[in-house]
T-cell receptor, first 113, second 115 residues
Framework: EAGVAQSPRYKIIEKRQSVAFWCNPI?????LYWYQQILGQGPKLLIQ????????DSQLPKDRFSAERLKGVDSTLKIQPAKLEDSAVYLC???????????FGSGTQLSVL | AQSVAQPEDQVNVAEGNPLTVKCTYS??????LFWYVQYPNRGLQFLLK??????LVKGSYGFEAEFNKSQTSFHLKKPSALVSDSALYFC?????????????FGKGTKLSVIP
């Protein structure tokens, strides 16, 4: 089966600019997660969707980060304006409601200069 | 709150020798535990999980892990290491029954298998 697709693969921007990441989960997976992985650390959950609704966004810095999953399939994560500390790999993961296993995409590596 | 500790930043092992990557966890209630592996410039790949039942779980590529409730540990093991096992390994936990499967990850352990 096709995996979780993410784009772009790499992104370099200057601080205070905006950036958006896209994720297409595995077909049929109702649950979608965005994780932030800073170099040398484990992934940290930013937001979880169930279909097109937000389950948990308690760790999302809402003053600058936003995410949506309008049709319950693809999702977009946006940062505006970006800060130097946002440099990280942004991972998207999806899961079917019948399985505990998360499937991860390859991630988007963001560098903020 | 839930947390995972991986006490070793790096583990070095000779090819053919057994390997162990350590993980301890903290969670309210009973845990679901996972191991994921990350190769350079790749996303995380699932290795194995403990949900319930037998404390020894077997996963992909010959890896296994033992759940120890009294020590709150879930160490990853393999009887004979391969050079291709060299990667970054993450342990993760979520609370059983929470339904959301929001995984909390450790900081990762870099495994280097020396030929």
């Amino acid at each position: 089966e096709a995996g979780v697709a993410q784009s772009p693969r790499y992104k370099i921007i200057e601080k205070r600019q905006s950036v958006a990441f896209w994720c297409n989960p595995i077909s049929g997976h109702a649950t979608l997660y965005w994780y932030q992985q800073i170099l040398g650390q484990g992934p940290k959950l930013l937001i979880q969707f169930q279909n097109n609704g937000v389950v948990d966004d308690s760790q999302l810095p809402k003053d600058r980060f936003s995410a949506e999953r309008l049709k319950g399939v693809d999702s977009t994560l946006k940062i505006q304006p970006a800060k130097l500390e946002d440099s990280a790999v942004y991972l998207c993961a999806s899961r079917s409601i019948t399985n505990e296993k998360l499937f991860f995409g390859s991630g988007t590596q963001l560098s903020v200069l | 709150a839930q947390s995972v500790a991986q006490p070793e930043d790096q583990v070095n092992v000779a090819e053919g020798n057994p390997l162990t990557v350590k993980c301890t966890y903290s969670v309210s209630g009973n845990p679901y535990l996972f191991w994921y592996v990350q190769y350079p410039n790749r996303g995380l790949q699932f290795l194995l999980k403990y949900i319930t039942g037998d404390n020894l779980v077997k996963g992909s590529y010959g890896f296994e892990a033992e759940f120890n409730k009294s020590q709150t540990s879930f160490h990853l093991k393999k009887p004979s290491a391969l050079v291709s096992d060299s990667a970054l390994y993450f342990c993760a936990v979520t609370r059983r029954g929470a339904g959301s499967y929001q995984l909390t990850f450790g900081k990762g352990t870099k495994l280097s298998v020396i030929p």
